[in-house]
């Protein structure tokens, strides 16, 4: 495996990854840890991908908890790959695996090098367009009411019972009608394309992509992602024949990462391996190659 | 600036240092933890339990994801009664989840030291059943099935069984959507959650989301619920009214026998379940609004009994409706003969107000915890309140918090949480609620510890390096009440 794909099978599974100087093996920085041979206090020297709230993390020392068999050394330089653990007084994460920070391992790990968090968000973006079934750029013409959910409702309000379930979680439905520009994946070569969203703001929706007349840009989309079920049980939901859905923040991007989305959209093997699969490879070939670390 | 930059050092210095009861009386914590200073989640909807054989070891639960999306959504617990927390990840969920888990609620066993828990999974929205046996591992799924809402679980032992109750509205049982869980013993191998239906009369399609069962040590059981009679406006237009009775049920071998939660019969129908109060309206908001503080409305039920020997025939409820000029009026009822009559006034009557909980404690002291919108304009204020009365007839009022109600803005629905929680541990009580976090002594009149940093000076949160700013979002707060 070469240094960049290793780091994309790692980075693939660790939302915080950062380059270290291992202070102290057999260490801890929290009461709520003890010390054992598998926890090491790590300083962090730079946040290469990282959500939000952990992206100020530079210059603050850490647990780190090595994976089995993975060993490191006082005062070597590594990234590191890692998962939450616990976040207390201080913060505990996982290890997931280690490389030597080199130059080209630097720049393999992070898509934005002074951006840790635009980072994560690229790749997720990325992941989100392997898993598209269909990948246009265009333009909203039109958002509606789905004429199913529509006549549902006219019924509920002129039956003064509830026809359909009432739920503070219903998603209530809406499609917008996207102009097609270009297909970049998927088999589809239609004009234009209906995608179904959440326009619901509650708790289990608010995080989907809210379409509006007029918005441009790459659209990644899914074929059905509502299992039968939850769309019965969900308010005037009904999810007969739906087109295409929206349901991740990342399925909605900017032109300007266009670029990016057509590489992974003209990939051969676009979806990734399950994430137990590509751990079980990035652990392996560094174990036979290395005994310093993996 | 390096002046500011000393003195903020100072003050989250002091506001992290070791707790105390304010006035020795009450201990509010902000319960995010240091090394997230810089989150700006809505943890909104909380709930906590502690556990009754080892009081200094609480979970709380609330809206919050995984920080780093891992594939377990995280509680707060603590493990020196509430005066730090921690985020554990312990909650079934899936990888890169930002929300963790839908609706949770979580209760230990009166002994046992076991977890239990009823929960709306991410990303299915499945309602599942859980069970822990310590509080820092995984969760165990056991069971799951779709179409649910808002599950709300309380468990209670008896000679080394859990008997485990959780309320939630099923949508699989037809237009009678009231129902309990409920198994006799959670701690073996393999517990059989049995869905008991109590809902006798015809709705208007559905019931309400809130199902509150209780339980007393003898076996006495209670639930109440919104039996929904009939609508009008619109859901998804934000003008639903809901026209509702307020049902309370019981079952005096703890809801275990061939036809459970039958023991009350209303007199005017001859069917099981007291109607205290008949064709109620309450408004059911898809969205909260300035006018509501951006909180989203739709009814609040709780109920708690007296746990002392030969008390369970003595039951407080709080549930509301939508009086002229309220936007919501909590009413607080008693019953003295295990629900068959009801005190024919409120012992409590709280306009604008909604998140009631119910405690009462080893004396039979009663809490109450709301949260009730004040002012009007940009000056609403969201004032969290703990009530505290020792007979149901002089209440006591304790301020917890108060903060403008239009700030921060929502980031989803909803606002404050559909819920917030309070329990008793011997004759302490133990509460949490969700509200803006700005550290502002003058928002804690009874005192607040912030473990995230924090200046009070300028009521600025502050990032991991204690000098860059941190916007204001929604935290949830520990609170606890030596009676």
Redesign the interface.
């Known amino acids: 495996m070469t240094p960049a794909s290793r780091s994309g099978a790692l980075a693939a599974q660790a939302?915080?990854v950062f380059q270290g100087t291992v202070k102290n093996v057999r260490a801890t920085t929290l009461k709520?840890v003890p010390a054992s041979p598998r926890t090491v206090v790590v300083r962090v020297d730079r946040v290469i991908q990282s959500?939000?709230?952990?992206?100020?993390?530079a210059?603050?020392d850490i647990t780190v908890q090595l994976a089995p068999g993975e060993r490191v050394r006082q005062g070597q330089a590594l990234i590191f790959h890692?998962?939450?653990w616990?976040?207390?007084?201080?913060?505990a994460?996982r290890s997931l695996g280690h490389e030597e920070a080199t130059t080209p391992r630097m720049a393999a790990a992070a898509a934005y090098p002074e951006d840790p968090v635009r980072s994560l968000q690229a790749r997720?973006a990325m992941t989100q367009a392997s898993r598209a079934d269909l990948i246009v750029t265009g333009r909203v013409s039109s958002v509606r009411v789905p004429a199913a959910e529509a006549q549902a409702?006219a019924r509920?309000?002129a039956s003064?019972?509830?026809?359909?379930?009432?739920?503070?979680?219903?998603p209530?439905w809406q499609e917008a009608v996207i102009d097609v520009d270009e297909t970049h994946k998927g088999s589809e070569r239609r004009k234009q394309v209906v995608v179904r969203f959440p326009s619901?703001?509650?708790?289990?929706w608010?995080?989907a992509p809210k379409f509006q007349a007029g918005q441009e840009g790459v659209f990644l989309l899914h074929k059905q992602q509502i299992?039968a079920?939850?769309a019965?049980?969900a308010?005037?939901a009904t999810l007969k024949a739906p087109e295409y859905t929206a349901l991740h923040?990342s399925d909605f991007q900017p032109l300007e990462r266009l670029p990016q989305i057509q590489l992974v959209a003209s990939a051969p093997a676009a979806r990734p391996k399950p994430?137990a699969t590509a751990a079980r490879r990035a652990r392996s070939k560094p174990r036979r190659r290395s005994k310093g670390g993996r | 600036m390096a002046r500011r930059r000393r003195s903020s050092r100072a003050d989250h210095r002091i506001t992290?240092g070791r707790a105390k009861l304010a006035g020795g009386q009450v201990l509010v914590v902000n319960m995010v933890?240091?090394?997230?200073s810089?989150?700006?989640?809505q943890d909104?909807?909380p709930s906590i339990t502690v556990n009754p054989a080892h009081p200094l070891e609480i979970v709380g639960t609330a809206?919050t994801g995984?920080?780093?999306?891992?594939s377990l959504a995280?509680v707060y617990l603590s493990?020196d009664g509430g005066n730090?927390?921690?985020?554990?990840?312990v909650v079934p969920s899936r990888?890169?989840s930002?929300?963790g888990t839908?609706d949770i609620s979580l209760s230990f066993g009166t002994n046992g030291n076991r977890l239990y828990g009823g929960i709306?999974r991410?990303p299915?929205?499945?309602f599942e059943t859980l069970r822990g046996t310590n509080t820092t591992a995984a969760m165990q799924t056991l069971g799951s099935r779709?179409?649910?809402?808002q599950p709300f679980t309380h468990a209670i032992s008896k000679s080394g069984r859990d008997r485990v109750y959780i309320g939630n509205?099923d949508?699989q049982a037809g237009q009678q959507t009231a129902t309990v869980d409920i198994t006799a013993n959670g701690r073996v191998a393999n517990p059989a959650f049995r869905s008991v239906r109590i809902e006798p009369r015809a709705t208007?399609?559905?019931d309400g989301?809130q199902i509150r069962p209780v339980a007393h040590p003898d076996g006495t059981a209670y639930a109440a619920y919104y039996g929904?009679r009939?609508?009008?406006?619109?859901?998804?237009g934000n003008t639903?009214i809901v026209t509702t009775d307020v049902v309370v049920v019981r079952d005096d071998p703890a809801g275990l026998g061939s036809n459970p939660f039958r023991s009350l019969v209303e007199p005017s129908d001859g069917l099981p379940g007291r109607l205290l109060a008949r064709n109620v309206r309450i408004p059911?908001n898809?969205?909260g609004s300035s006018a509501t503080g951006q909180q989203?409305l739709?009814g609040t039920l709780s109920m708690a009994v007296d746990r002392r020997a030969n008390q369970s025939g003595t039951v407080y409820l709080a549930w509301a409706d939508q009086t002229p000029g309220s936007i919501l009026t909590i009413h607080v009822r008693r019953s003295t003969d295990r629900g068959v009559t009801w005190s024919a006034a409120d012992h409590l009557t709280l306009l604008n107000a909604t998140n009631a909980a119910l405690a009462i404690n080893s004396v039979g002291a009663i809490g109450l915890l709301y949260q009730q919108l004040t002012g009007t304009g940009a000056t609403r204020r969201w004032v969290t309140h703990f009530r505290q009365s020792p007979d149901g007839a002089n209440w006591a009022d304790l301020v917890l918090c108060t903060a403008p109600a239009s700030t921060p803005a929502?980031?989803?629905?909803?606002y404050l949480g559909?819920y917030d929680h309070l329990v008793t541990v011997g004759r302490d009580f133990y509460g949490i609620f969700s509200a803006n976090n700005t550290p502002d002594n003058a928002n804690f009149p009874n005192g607040v510890v912030y473990?995230r940093n924090a200046d009070f000076a300028t009521h600025r949160l502050l990032?991991?390096?204690g000098t860059?700013p941190v916007a204001p979002s929604i935290d949830p707060f520990f609170f606890k009440v030596k009676a």
């Open positions: 939302r915080f709520s959500p939000e709230t952990l992206s100020d993390y210059g603050h890692t998962t939450g616990i976040f207390g007084d201080g913060l994460v997720e409702r509920g309000v003064g019972s509830t026809t359909e379930r009432i739920s503070e979680h219903a209530m619901s703001t509650d708790v289990r608010y995080h299992p079920t939850t019965r049980a308010s005037f923040p994430p | 992290r933890p240091r090394s997230l810089s989150e700006i989640n909104s909807e809206f995984d920080p780093m999306g891992g995280p493990n730090t927390w921690r985020l554990n990840s990888a890169g930002a929300l839908g709306l991410d299915t929205f499945n779709p179409d649910n809402d509205n949508f208007a399609g559905q989301p929904w009939a609508q009008s406006g619109s859901f998804p639903l059911f898809r969205n989203r739709g929502k980031t989803f629905d909803p559909d473990q990032a991991l390096d860059t």
